[in-house]
């Protein structure tokens, strides 16, 4: 019987047989009489809908469950789904959003897990998990990717045909997650971000209808899924994307003493506006356990020659770095360099960011600094990691797709790292440390950037004079808001 067939057949044997139903408590379950004609409250039905999966279920009590939820970062380990469906096709996640609907069960798209506030997993609703569906495939300069692919896999099966794409650098990110949300990283100023290099996607809408997103065809809401977030506005199920030659990179990586920090900031603004397409350099101002701050950028020429770039730094700076690296990378080599490896263990986070409308002043920039002084004396791990834009970033029309920032200097990254499991002080004294960065940097701030969503924030404040356009798509696609959480358009 071919699978078709036997779901079909599944399906309707589930139908006859939906009596033995187990509750869930974010439900308004329906209300069926029992044959003594009491009011008796039918949940979904988990066994059938189990049973019409190509996929597998994950419940509450199933070997495997546990698993099932967990996210990279660890803090999100006690939120439990009432179920998790490991998709094993195109259709099971069209079932899973049917069976969410059809049940008022919140349901969340899953793919690498890397999301910063958790939102790849929800209380008491549906993770429709789509990492099973990681299949690569190139061919005439483009790949076709399943959703639940990681940045590794894809590097690696690019690697083989001399090609590659402009991604994040962590391995065990999702392609979803990242090209949704734009996707930043060392190409972004030579390439543009993932989500620019986006051909086309498939995408289950919360109908249930499986669509083509691309630039004739559903052309709104390819708009939108280019940059507009993953969760908003239906499940992904594959990327087409344009790649890029895999050649060799320069790398520099350049630290200074805690003394320089203002000048090294200042210059780094600079940079960002003046180095060549083909530099690229983002900045990191580390509090130390030892209560002093460490400056380091880590920088990249796309052209192989990495030394210019550096100098060009160290001039607009105007101090010379007192410790030095340059060298030449394959790409492979790169991406373990950047990420640290293959691979890359779930660790404990809070953070959130800041667009940089323009370049810092230099009482901004001080106020900057002392943000990760006051959270070097007081014990949190926190930094500040400054990611440069424009170059081919800026050169996308401002209203080419729901990525708003083209015209942004970079965005400041408020990164804390927290134990696992963390106490109430340490995740305080991270909030602590994030809030004290919006403050310090207000004035410059346009806004957020949605890879780095954070609690307590307006999700609108993601996508600057997008907004309306995405909310007309989003009533279009979604009328009556079936993907909706507290991350999501609002
Ligand atoms: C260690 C680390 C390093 C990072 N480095 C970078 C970086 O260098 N550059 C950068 O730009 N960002 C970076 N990020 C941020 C990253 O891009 C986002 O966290 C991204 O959303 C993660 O995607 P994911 O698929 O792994 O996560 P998930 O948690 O699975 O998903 C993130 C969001 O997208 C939704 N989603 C997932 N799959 C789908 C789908 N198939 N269809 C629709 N929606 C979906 C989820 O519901 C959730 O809302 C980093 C994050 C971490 C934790």
Known sequence: MSRIDRRSVLK?????????????????????????????????????????????????????????HQLFNPRFDSVNPAGVVRAASVNDVREAIVFARNNKLVCVPRSGGHSYVGASTIANGLVIDVTALRGITYANNAVQIGAGAKLYDVHVALDRYGRSLPTGTCPTVGVAGLALGGGMGIHTRTYGLTSDRILSMQVVTADGGVRTAGPTQNADLYWALRGGGGGNLGIVTSFRLATIGAGKLGFFRLSWPESKAAAVLQGWQRFAKEAPYTAWANLHVTAESNGTLSIHAVGVSTTGSAAAAAAQLESLAGTKATGRTVTVKTHMEAVRYL???????????????????????????????????????????????????????????????????????????????????????????????????????????????????????????????????????????????????SYTLN
Do not use: M
């Open 339 to 485: 990420g640290g490896g293959s691979t890359s263990p779930r660790t404990g986070f809070l953070a959130g960011s800041d667009v940089l409308r323009g370049p810092l002043d230099a009482t901004t920039g001080t106020a900057l600094i002392g943000v990760v002084k006051a959270a070097a004396r007081a014990k949190v791990a926190g930094s500040a990691i400054l990611d440069p834009l424009g170059g081919q970033a800026a050169k996308e029309p401002p209203g080419g797709s729901a990525w708003p920032w083209r015209s942004a200097l970079g965005v400041v990254q408020w990164y804390a790292g927290l134990p696992t499991p963390p106490s109430t002080a340490a995740l305080r004294a991270a909030q602590n440390f994030v809030s004290s960065g919006h403050r310090a940097i207000a004035k410059t701030s346009a806004g957020g950037y949605v890879n780095y969503v954070e609690a307590g924030r307006s999700v609108n404040s993601y996508y600057g004079a997008n907004l309306g356009r995405l909310h007309a798509v989003k009533q279009k696609y979604d009328p009556a808001n079936f993907f909706h959480t």
């Open 12 to 68: 309707a044997g589930g139908a006859l047989a939906a009596t033995a139903l187990t509750g869930c408590s974010t439900t308004n379950p329906a209300s069926t009489k029992s044959s003594a004609g009491s009011l008796a409250v039918a949940g979904p039905d988990w066994a059938g809908f189990s049973r019409g999966l190509d996929g597998t279920l994950y419940r509450p009590g199933d070997t495997g469950y546990a698993a099932s």
